[in-house]
C-alpha cells in the first residue's frame, strides 16, 4: 500500500520507527519488538538503514520490512541513505525491496563520515529523482528539520533545499526530533509560505534515560525549552522517575500537536516496546475521535 493514501484517508496518521539489531547481534531479536509493537496498530513501521550502510545492514533492513508486511500485514517503510552508495548499490536495494513486496522508502542522504563518502549522490533530493526514473511504483517520504539541518546556514536555506525534495518526487515528508513544538508551529508556517503542501508528520523521541540526552543532543543539536531542561535537572538522579518524566512529556507534545491538527505522529520507538505502549495507550482515544472526524 502507497502509505500517501493513508493521509488521504485519515485526519492523523500515527506511525513508529524501529532500527535493525546492531552487527554483533542475531535479527532474532527483532521479533519481541516486533511483536510487542503490532498490537499498537500503528498505520505503518519504518525502519532505518543502519549506521553506514553496510551490507549486512542493508539485509536487515530489507528483512525486517519484509516481515512487517508479511508477517504482520502493517505497511513498511524501508530507509535508504545515499551518501557512501553506488547507483548500482541503490538499484540493487530497490530491486531487493521491490521482489519483497516493500513499496514505500525514506529516502535519505545519510552522514557524510570518514570511509562514508559521496560517491553518486550528494542529497538527498539527488536519490529521490533516481528512484523515480529508475522505478516510479516506489512511493517516497523524505526527511525534515524543524530546526534546520545542521549542515545549513539557515532555516531558510534548509526549507528551499527541502523543497528541492519534495519537487524531486517525495509525497510525504517526517521531521527530525524536537523537544519544543514552537519550532515546529514555526517551521509549517515557513514550509505553507515556501510552497510545499505534502503532509508533514512530527518525529516525537520520549527521551528516558541520561545517556539518551547526551546522544541526542550530539545527534542533531535539538533545543531543550526551559520545561523540559527543568525537568532533567530534577529528575537526573532517579532513572525511573526521568523515564516517567519523559513520556509524560512526550504525551504531552504530542496531544498539543494533534491539537493544532498536525498531519501524523512519527514516534521514535528506540526499540522500546513499553515506552512505545504507554504512550500509544494514552493517545489512542484521541487518535480514535480525530480520524473518526474524517
Do not use: W
Not at 219 to 237: E, H, I, R, T
Amino acid at each position: 500500500m502507497n502509505i500517501q493514501r493513508l493521509f488521504e484517508s485519515k485526519k492523523v496518521v500515527y506511525s513508529l520507527e524501529i532500527f535493525p539489531p546492531k552487527k554483533t547481534t542475531s535479527i532474532d531479536t527483532i521479533y519481541n519488538t516486533l511483536y510487542g509493537l503490532r498490537g499498537l496498530r500503528p498505520d505503518f513501521i519504518s525502519v532505518t538503514y543502519g549506521a553506514g550502510g553496510s551490507e549486512a545492514q542493508k539485509n536487515k533492513t530489507c528483512e525486517i520490512a519484509s516481515l512487517i508486511k508479511s508477517e504482520y500485514q502493517i505497511e513498511p517503510v524501508s530507509h535508504l541513505t545515499c551518501v557512501g552508495s553506488t547507483k548500482q548499490d541503490i538499484i540493487e536495494f530497490l530491486d531487493r525491496l521491490k521482489a519483497e513486496g516493500v513499496q514505500n522508502i525514506l529516502a535519505l542522504r545519510g552522514d557524510i563520515t570518514p570511509g562514508n563518502d559521496v560517491i553518486d549522490f550528494e542529497h538527498a533530493s539527488d536519490l529521490t529523482a533516481f528512484i523515480k526514473s529508475y522505478d516510479d511504483s516506489f512511493n517516497i517520504s523524505g526527511a525534515c528539520y524543524a530546526e534546520g539541518h545542521c549542515d545549513s546556514a539557515s532555516i531558510d536555506e534548509d526549507i528551499e533545499n527541502l523543497k528541492k525534495k519534495v519537487d524531486a518526487g517525495v509525497t510525504h515528508l517526517v521531521s527530525q526530533l524536537f523537544f519544543d513544538n514552537n519550532h515546529f508551529y514555526e517551521f509549517m508556517d515557513k514550509v505553507e509560505k515556501a510552497g510545499i503542501h505534502v503532509p508533514i508528520e512530527a518525529g516525537i523521541m520520549p527521551v528516558i534515560n541520561k545517556a539518551q540526552i547526551e546522544r541526542t543532543v550530539s545527534m542533531c543539536g535539538a533545543s531543550f525549552p526551559v520545561k523540559f531542561s527543568k525537568l532533567l535537572n530534577k529528575y537526573a538522579q532517579d532513572p525511573v522517575a526521568l523515564k516517567d518524566a519523559g513520556i509524560a512529556f512526550a504525551t504531552e507534545q504530542i496531544i498539543d500537536l494533534i491539537n493544532n491538527d498536525v498531519r501524523g505522529i512519527h514516534l521514535y520507538t528506540m526499540n522500546n516496546v513499553e515506552t512505545a505502549t504507554r504512550i500509544t495507550n494514552s493517545i489512542s482515544n484521541i487518535l480514535a475521535s480525530c480520524n473518526r472526524q474524517v
